[in-house]
């Protein structure tokens, strides 16, 4: 059975950072795309970066967090992470990580193309 935990969330002013992290366990993590999304209240959950297997080589993010936001993986952790840095409020959501995905690169961008879900980790924002 494939569990994913996210951690990190948690409140901070505008410009400030935080690090959440996706643990993968009960699968072979290296051999999954990864990915990233965000849900507020109220709006559709919505992509916010992807990262391919094995070395992570490649990696693609939404417009709104291009230069702030940075995807990684630590194959030997079964761990993804996501560095965010320069915070504005606009980024307040639950965010969650995903595992999977049915359609390789092309697809990550898809919330429904992902098989597996962690159960989310808060991030909000203050201005």
């Known amino acids: 059975q494939v569990q994913l935990a996210e951690s990190g969330g948690g409140s901070v002013q505008a410009g400030g950072s935080l690090r959440l992290s996706c643990v993968v366990s009960?699968?072979?993590?290296?051999?999954?795309?990864m990915g990233w999304f965000r849900q507020a209240p109220g709006k559709d959950r919505e992509f916010v970066a992807t990262?391919?297997?094995?070395?992570?080589?490649?990696?693609y993010y939404a417009d709104s967090v291009k230069g702030r936001f940075t995807i990684s993986r630590d194959n030997a952790k079964n761990t993804m992470s996501l560095q965010m840095n320069s915070l504005k409020p606009e980024d307040t959501a639950v965010y969650y990580c995903?595992?999977?995905?049915?359609?390789?690169?092309?697809?990550?961008?898809?919330?429904?193309?992902?098989?597996?879900w962690g159960q989310g980790t808060q991030v909000t924002v203050s201005s």
């Open positions: 995903a595992a999977d995905v049915r359609g390789g690169w092309s697809a990550a961008r898809l919330s429904s193309n992902y098989n597996y």
């Open positions: 990262i391919s297997s094995w070395s992570g080589a490649l990696a």
């Open positions: 009960g699968s072979t993590f290296s051999s999954y795309f």
